[in-house]
Each structure stands twice: as C-alpha cells, then as structure tokens.
C-alpha cells in the first residue's frame, strides 16, 4: 500500500519515526498474514488514521510541510500497527507487509478494507499542499 511513497521520505527522517523502538530481530520477523490478520491490520490503520487525534496531525502536516509530513504520518501509523503482526517497520518490513496484505486482494471484503484504506491515502496526498 505504500511502497510507491517509500522513496519520498529521507533516510534521517524515517529514522526519526522509528529511533524511539528497538527493532525486533531479524528472524522473529512475520512475512505472511492470515486473511484475519490482514483484515485486522487494514482495519487497525483506518482506525488510527480516524482517529481525531492523527487526522488532525495529518490535515497539519499537510498544510504545513507538505506531501513528505503527510508521507511519514502515514508510516508512523503503519509502523506501529505492523510492529503488532511481527513486522518491522523499516524499509524491507514496509514491503514484505504489503506483499502480506496484497495476498488477501482476492477476498471481497478484505479487498472493500484494503481499497477503503488506499482511498484514505489518496484523500490525504491529494490536498492541496503547494498553494500559498
């Protein structure tokens, strides 16, 4: 779901996000999910992107500093609900919980959770943020 934006936060920046956890070790990280993880995953970002709380950061972030605030909101969000399935919230964990959700694509109601949570991305990335 956000692999097309990894590239539009800075390497210090994603350190930034993440510096406050230790990440897990490398071979307890998770690669699969179940259609049931999955769905619970989706839903617990929505729920964390709804949240009066993030939205407002978010709707800040966008009219403050831009795409790469509103970027990295989203994968601070990510990152914590992930961590909670076994994932770690760096570049390749970023992507390997992707291909875990992808897998589920099939599902109808996974794919009605799945295609809500993109269209709140798109919603987010496409406010206007370079007008003064």
């Given at each position: 779901?956000?692999?097309?934006?990894?590239?539009?936060?800075?390497?210090?920046?994603?350190?930034?996000?993440?510096?406050?956890?230790?990440?897990?070790?490398?071979?307890?990280?998770?690669?699969?999910?179940?259609?049931?993880?999955?769905?619970?995953?989706?839903?617990?970002?929505?729920?964390?992107?709804?949240?009066?709380?993030?939205?407002?950061?978010?709707?800040?972030?966008?009219?403050?500093a831009g795409v790469e605030m509103v970027v990295a909101c989203f994968f601070e969000v990510q990152g914590h609900v992930m961590e909670r399935f076994g994932f770690v919230p760096n570049d390749q964990g970023f992507q390997e919980f992707e291909e875990a959700l992808k897998e589920h694509e099939g599902n109808p109601s996974f794919a009605i959770l799945s295609d809500t949570l993109k269209r709140k991305y798109?919603?987010?990335?496409?406010?206007?943020?370079?007008?003064?």
């Open positions: 779901i956000n692999a097309e934006y990894m590239g539009v936060l800075s390497e210090g920046r994603k350190q930034q996000m993440f510096a406050a956890k230790p990440l897990p070790s490398f071979e307890n990280k998770q690669t699969r999910l179940t259609l049931e993880e999955a769905s619970q995953a989706v839903q617990g970002i929505l729920n964390e992107l709804n949240s009066p709380e993030v939205s407002s950061k978010i709707e800040s972030a966008s009219g403050e798109r919603q987010y990335l496409s406010m206007d943020t370079t007008s003064s």
